[in-house]
């Protein structure tokens, strides 16, 4: 069965400083993996997709992830923080028992910028 | 593309009443999905359809939870006699058809009084 692990619940930086939110997935097959982002009182907004075309993903306002499947991870990245990026982050992977259509979240991982 | 609409954005009710929510795909995508997320928590899948079938319900909660998509167009999710334990954010997503990523709502907030 698929599933994904968020490493931390709860991250802060500083505005400018690195972000760095954590992702470890299990998966017989391939997967297909995603970062989806929640700010408060809001849906889910896509970050990025991996699907196998390539390892390091860049996604949308400067987020980049990399597969690493020796090491099933599937982190987050972004190399300088802003106040906007604050919210709730999700690592998702699709799950293959049901064609791949329904997506299984971690946990999340709440992001606090200060300044 | 205007988004998924989802309607209302929050819904307070008694308990053992009935409700329903409304869910307006984005309007080329023929994939619609219902989630549950529960405070502190990620989306649980619920169901989904394809234009009308309803290919997926083995994961809606219990009994008092269906779905329907009559004309492949918008959606209902209907809980039956509500309990304390529905109070959830409900969010539904459209997508097109394939593996192609999954549009969100700002989803539907039910209190249970």
């Known amino acids: 069965a698929q599933s994904v692990t968020q490493l931390d619940s709860h991250v802060s930086v500083s505005e400018g400083t690195p972000v760095l939110l954590r992702c470890n997935y299990s998966?017989?097959?391939?997967?297909?993996l995603f970062w989806y982002v929640q700010h408060p009182n809001k849906g889910l907004q896509l970050l990025l997709k991996?699907?196998?075309?390539?390892?390091l993903v860049k996604g949308i306002n400067g987020f980049e992830a990399e597969f690493k499947k020796s090491e099933t991870s599937f982190h987050l990245t972004k190399p300088s923080a802003h106040m906007s990026d604050a919210a709730e982050y999700f690592c998702v992977v699709s799950d293959l028992n049901q064609a791949g259509t329904a997506l299984i979240f971690g946990k999340g991982t709440t992001l606090s910028v200060s300044s | 593309d205007t988004g998924v609409s989802q309607d209302p954005r929050h819904k307070i009710t008694k308990r053992g009443q009935n409700v329903t929510f409304r869910c307006d795909p984005i309007?080329?995508?023929?994939?619609l999905y219902w989630y549950r997320q529960t405070l502190g928590q990620g989306p649980e899948f619920l169901t989904y359809?394809?234009?009308?079938?309803?290919?997926?319900k083995s994961r809606l909660l219990s009994d008092r939870f269906s779905a329907e998509r009559p004309k492949g167009s918008f959606s209902t999710l209907e809980i039956q006699r509500t309990e304390q334990g529905d109070s959830a954010m409900y969010l539904c997503?459209?997508?097109?058809?394939?593996?192609?990523?999954?549009?969100f709502g700002d989803g539907t907030r039910l209190s249970i009084l």
């Open positions: 991996y699907t196998s075309a390539a390892t």
């Open positions: 309007s080329e995508h023929n994939r």
């Open positions: 998966s017989s097959y391939s997967p297909s």
């Open positions: 997503a459209s997508s097109e058809q394939g593996n192609q990523p999954q549009h």
């Open positions: 359809f394809q234009n009308e079938a309803q290919l997926e």
